[in-house]
């Protein structure tokens, strides 16, 4: 089966810099994705690694090393909307992915 | 392009009766999945089709059942609803991998 580690909450103040990270265990991992979920909404794509190294995407970015079944989202120059939850996913075969707990992140003036 | 379409909203049954969920993906998108949510186990796969045909299945009871239809849309059915089954229902569509979400279907069971 699978199983994934990602703290519960994080608080940051705008401007800040926030990582989250995330250890998996997994048999026939494909790639890890990084979803946002703001409270009552669904949850939103942010990125996908499926090998090492670091993904940019504007001010968030994700970092993968397979060989220690370990991840990161970077959420870089912290605005108040980035209030959200965040969930690390493994993608394996059929477009499954199992999902961590979240890590709810709370942005403060 | 409209997105990931999900009816009813929200619903509420009551102990033992059934429920028919619908999802309509994005267009062009031959995948679609399902996840419940609940605050206590988090985000959890309930099958994905394509195709018309179920490709995975998580660890649900086999009251929890889905289908998939020609053009794409799906639907999931929960029999005999217990109270624990109270929970976000949402259904994502894909193409290449990345899955978009709809907005969910929110049942609650009493």
């Known amino acids: 089966g699978q199983s994934l580690e990602q703290p519960s909450e994080v608080t940051a103040v705008e401007g800040a810099i926030v990582q989250i990270n995330c250890t998996y265990q997994?048999?026939?991992?494909?790639?890890l994705s990084w979803y946002q979920q703001h409270d009552g909404g669904a949850p939103t794509f942010l990125s996908y690694?499926?090998?090492?190294g670091l993904e940019e995407t504007g001010r968030f970015s994700s970092f993968l090393s397979r060989s220690d079944s370990y991840g990161y989202l970077l959420l870089q120059e912290l605005q108040m909307k980035d209030s959200a939850s965040y969930f690390c996913?493994?993608?394996?075969?059929?477009?499954?992915?199992?999902f961590g707990g979240g890590t709810r992140v709370l942005v403060k003036p | 392009k409209a997105g990931v379409t999900q009816t009813p909203r929200y619903l509420i049954k009551t102990r033992g009766q059934q429920v028919t969920l619908s999802c309509s993906p994005i267009?062009?998108?031959?995948?679609v999945s399902w996840y419940q949510q609940t605050p206590g186990q988090g985000l959890q796969f309930l099958f994905e089709?394509?195709?018309?045909?179920?490709?995975n299945k998580g660890n649900f009871p086999g009251r929890f059942s889905g289908r998939q239809f020609s053009n794409s849309r799906s639907e999931m059915n929960v029999s005999t609803l217990e109270l624990g089954d109270s929970a976000l229902y949402l259904c994502?569509?894909?193409?290449?991998?990345?899955?978009?979400f709809g907005e969910g279907s929110r049942l609650t069971v009493l």
């Open positions: 994502a569509s894909s193409a290449t991998g990345e899955l978009f």
């Open positions: 089709y394509f195709s018309e045909t179920q490709r």
């Open positions: 690694n499926a090998l090492d």
């Open positions: 996913a493994v993608q394996t075969a059929g477009n499954k992915l199992t």
């Open positions: 267009s062009g998108h031959r995948s």
């Open positions: 997994t048999s026939g991992f494909y790639g």
